[in-house]
């Protein structure tokens, strides 16, 4: 079967959309504010973070792994705070994006492909409206992989149920891009609103 839209438009959203929901600035900030050693809380960071971006872990797992193994003079509550707090729209892509959606409304299907650990993906859902750009959210949380596998890709385009000369992917890293594109979508790398914008403008 294949997707009667005219395109299927796949969007990354950390980098492109909004801020990363917990990069390293996010971690080293956190570790200047509550003053714990950042490398030492990076190294249990990479060692967890795949499995709970995954969805094998809860948020407070992951917390109880990379922080919460020994006493701090801050509470669990007050970090998560601070980890929400560093999600933040991105300058004009996604207002641009929902205004230009409705706009075409019937001959384009957004869906985010995106890695991120539920809690925070939930949050940012939330937050940031994003039910206004996507029609449907391709997690890792939720579908249990993650970028580069190409397994995420190519369940998106079942999602969407749509070939791959039907669909064109956007995202803020290279390796992501290629590693898209090795399915056959149509990948490009998101440089900023103008690139991108001129790239959706060429399909009408």
């Avoid at 919460?68 to 641009?96: A, C, Y």
């Avoid at 890709?153 to 669909?167: D, H, K, T, V």
Wanted: aromatic residues 12%.
């Amino acid at each position: 079967m294949v997707s009667c839209f005219n395109k299927i438009i796949f969007f990354d959203i950390g980098g492109v959309l909004l801020t990363n929901g917990w990069g390293h600035e996010s971690r080293q900030a956190a570790a200047a504010k509550f003053g714990f050693d950042y490398e030492e809380m990076n190294i249990l960071h990479e060692f967890i973070f795949n499995v709970y971006e995954i969805g094998k872990i809860s948020l407070d797992e992951y917390l109880n792994t990379t922080l919460f193994h020994r006493p701090r003079n801050f509470t669990k509550e007050t970090f998560i705070d601070f980890m929400l707090e560093q999600s933040v729209e991105l300058p004009g892509t996604l207002q641009w994006l929902i205004q230009w959606k409705k706009q075409h409304r019937g001959r384009f299907r957004f869906i985010s492909i995106n890695n991120e650990g539920k809690e925070l993906n939930d949050y940012r859902i939330q937050k940031f409206q994003l039910h206004e750009c996507f029609d449907a959210f391709v997690s890792s949380c939720e579908v249990g992989m993650r970028k580069p596998d190409p397994g995420i890709f190519r369940l998106a385009m079942g999602i969407a149920q749509a070939s791959p000369e039907q669909c064109i992917y956007f995202d803020d890293r290279q390796i992501l891009v290629d590693a898209a594109a090795k399915t056959g979508m149509d990948c490009h790398r998101h440089k900023g609103l103008e690139s991108t914008k001129a790239i959706l403008e060429s399909l009408l």
